[in-house]
């Protein structure tokens, strides 16, 4: 590459694959100055000797370590959703036309962009993903074992404690009804039920000390119904809020907002969006309901007011969106302006809409 070439390049779009990844690069009129397939070993050692430029690529599987390694190089390097690349794309789909739909994307003004996240950012969000696929198993587990039950006419109580309490009992004296084959068979998967158990225990307990030591974490924790658990997923998927101008668009972004189809001037919204983080949305979900259940703690909360006119007008399960919406935005706040939860704060904005 001449020293020509490089000085004419503004932007470059970097399409991320296994091994070989297809960089094109655009000078400042918008045509095509670079376009070549570099294997992964070489990304880092071409770029190191250009000049400082614009890189977008997507946001996918080591996207974020490239993004670190390319700014420590100098480069402004950004990450973007997918989809919202896609709208540039010209002509078939091959693995250079996604890099130039990328290179035009990363240069519009209005592009909405991913944060990079940090090294201990993916460490955090790791753990919350094993975790996460161990709670999956356990309740596959759990449901296995119902139906296994079922089928032999013997049914429990609903709950996973009720069900760890009674099942030894159901085991030992349902002999006659609970072929020995049977019973086997359900105390292995009570036996994998154990171990899940474990496993997901000690990963709780991981995160729960790694939020602990975190600001950002701590502050949190301070928002009613969250706790390390809610807290650390939220610092691993955003950082400090940097990505995100408001509460609203935080909230937007979990997709705790009505889906919106609106033409002609004629607005119409329907359920919730459900767009991005589900994991993260099912946890607000889950805090809302706990504030709503412990209602002597409203007033210390300053949510009283709030809650009591919302459960006026709505169903008990829209009511616990609307005030994870609500706690979704608290939490924005507390981390953007890195400051602890205040009832009062709360109080003051609890009579704007939801």
């Not at 890099?99 to 201990?120: L, N, S």
């Not at 119902?146 to 030894?168: C, D, I, K």
């Not at 607000?284 to 409203?298: D, E, G, H, P, Y």
């Amino acid at each position: 590459m001449t020293e020509i070439l490089k000085s004419k390049i503004a932007a470059i779009g970097i399409d991320i694959g296994k091994n070989w990844f297809h960089v094109v690069g655009l000078d400042g009129r918008g045509a095509i100055a670079l376009r070549q397939k570099w294997s992964r070993g070489q990304v880092e050692a071409r770029l190191a000797n250009m000049p400082a430029c614009l890189i977008g690529m997507e946001a996918c599987v080591g996207a974020h370590h490239l993004s670190r390694r390319l700014r420590l190089l100098g480069h402004d390097a950004r990450l973007m959703p997918a989809k919202y690349v896609r709208a540039y794309s010209k002509g078939q789909k091959n693995d250079f036309r996604d890099a130039e739909a990328i290179a035009e994307a990363v240069q519009r003004p209005t592009m909405k962009f991913v944060a990079t996240k940090t090294a201990d950012q993916l460490d955090l969000q790791a753990l919350h993903r094993v975790r996460e696929r161990l709670v999956s198993q356990r309740t596959g587990i759990i449901n296995q074992i119902r139906a296994f039950l079922l089928e032999r006419g013997v049914a429990v109580r609903q709950g996973l404690r009720l069900l760890r309490a009674e099942l030894p009992g159901v085991l030992a004296t349902r002999c006659d009804v609970l072929a020995p084959r049977m019973v086997r068979i359900i105390e292995d998967l009570a036996g994998d039920w154990r171990r899940l158990d474990q496993r997901i225990e000690a990963l709780s307990g991981e995160i729960e000390a790694l939020a602990r030591r975190d600001g950002g974490c701590e502050r949190l924790m301070s928002v009613p119904g969250i706790g390390p658990i809610i807290s650390s997923a939220t610092v691993a998927a955003i950082g400090t809020g940097d990505a995100f101008a408001k509460g609203r668009d935080f909230a937007a972004w979990l997709g705790l907002v009505p889906k919106q189809f609106s033409t002609g001037g004629r607005t119409v919204l329907g359920k919730i969006s459900k767009r991005g983080n589900r994991y993260l949305r099912v946890l607000f979900v889950q805090a809302a309901w706990v504030v709503l259940i412990r209602s002597k703690n409203w007033e210390r909360y300053g949510l009283k007011p709030w809650i009591e006119a919302a459960k006026r007008r709505l169903h008990r399960n829209v009511l616990a969106i609307a005030l994870a919406n609500k706690l979704a935005r608290i939490a924005w706040s507390v981390l953007a302006h890195g400051r602890i939860f205040a009832a009062g704060k709360v109080a003051e904005a609890a009579t704007q809409p939801a």
